[in-house]
């Protein structure tokens, strides 16, 4: 069953805040902007540990002049899910979830977005303007080791109480694997966390690095540093380091070691995509990629090294693609401290 969609000026690939932050802005230039999603809104965020608090402050992760009132100084997860919720319903933007987009194509002077939905049906949206703003979670870091598609395998953590009393390997030395280790270790798991480094990366929270390396120095949280992960199996995991290889016990295996953009629909529409930084090619500016109409916006601009951009400032993105779409000047990039997100 084929179903064709009617034509907008501005389809947004990806419901994410820095999605919807674009969509926001087309809609008040008087533009009709769609958003496709392959999972549910701002699905990124689903995909946080229950437990965790963002980095930056809700003001700073505000969409469309809305407030984020939050009582603690850091909003949680389920605070950014109820407000982003919020601003969907506020602006009535037209979000569809569980809609896969699996092309892009240029004819003439717009675009044919071929999508699927959960349920199977096919469309295809007409458009005058696409901005891809994927996202990163759906495409893990992965070690490419035997055994690492293997199902006690993970690389999304949400929280640790189905490993108490367990024996777990957490590989990674940045927050998302410091933070399983600890959460892990509370909730009763025995934890040898796996590192290829000599310590932590740099950018670790300050309120987390002191008390993971406490539990470290009394014992409690097993470090294997300078060494990778070389096999996975059923209930064992091999290490190889500076020594000889080491089979350490483990019922499950949690790969914190990050993601990648996801650029595959950017370069099968024609995007170049630098091999060395992972970037598509764009005009700095306006988030142009070399196809006229087709745009950036998110994570996908800071390719692999996603610390660059966060909800902080890629909310901003959509302004600089609607001014673009408008002929208008684009505003300059705001002035932001140097916070991540979560």
């Known amino acids: 069953m084929v179903r064709v969609s009617d034509v907008v000026d501005l389809l947004i690939v990806g419901g994410g805040p820095c999605g919807l932050a674009a969509a926001i802005a087309a809609q008040r230039a008087g533009l009709r902007a769609r958003v496709l999603d392959a999972g549910s809104l701002v699905s990124t965020i689903t995909q946080y540990p229950y437990y965790v608090s963002f980095f ?10 809305v407030p984020f009132v939050v009582a603690t100084d850091k909003p949680s997860r389920r605070d950014g899910l109820a407000y982003y919720r919020a601003v969907t319903k506020h602006f009535a933007l037209d979000v569809r979830q569980y809609e896969r987009v699996t092309a892009i194509e240029r004819h003439g002077e717009t675009f044919d977005i071929q999508s699927v939905s959960m349920e199977g049906r096919t469309s295809t949206t007409h458009a005058g303007a696409v901005c891809v703003a994927t996202g990163y979670f759906g495409s893990p870091n992965r070690l490419g080791v035997p055994g690492e598609t293997l199902p006690h395998v993970q690389h999304v953590y949400r929280e640790g109480h189905a490993a108490y009393d367990q024996d777990v390997v957490v590989v990674g030395g940045g ?22 480094g000599p310590t932590f990366d740099k950018k670790i929270k300050p309120w987390v690095l002191p008390d993971l390396q406490n539990r470290m120095n009394e014992g409690a949280i097993g470090a294997r540093w300078n060494s990778r992960v070389t096999a996975i199996e059923p209930g064992v995991v091999t290490i190889g380091g500076e020594q000889a290889d080491d089979r350490v016990p483990a019922r499950f295996v949690f790969v914190m070691t990050g993601f990648a953009p996801n650029t595959t629909l950017l370069r099968d529409a024609g995007v170049p995509i630098d091999p060395v930084t992972g970037v598509p090619q764009h005009d700095p500016d306006t988030l142009e990629t070399n196809l006229p109409g087709l745009f950036i916006a998110g994570v996908v ?4 090294d996603a610390n660059k951009v966060f909800i902080e400032n890629g909310r901003f993105h959509g302004d600089r693609i609607v001014a673009r779409l408008m002929g208008r000047p684009v505003p300059a990039p705001p002035k932001l401290s140097a916070e991540l997100d979560t």
């Open 175 to 196: 927050n998302s694997a410091a933070e399983a280790a600890l959460d892990l270790w509370r909730a009763g798991a025995r934890v040898t966390l796996v590192h290829f």
């Open 56 to 65: 930056s402050t809700a003001e700073k992760l505000s969409l469309g002049g």
């Open 301 to 304: 601009v800071a390719g692999f």
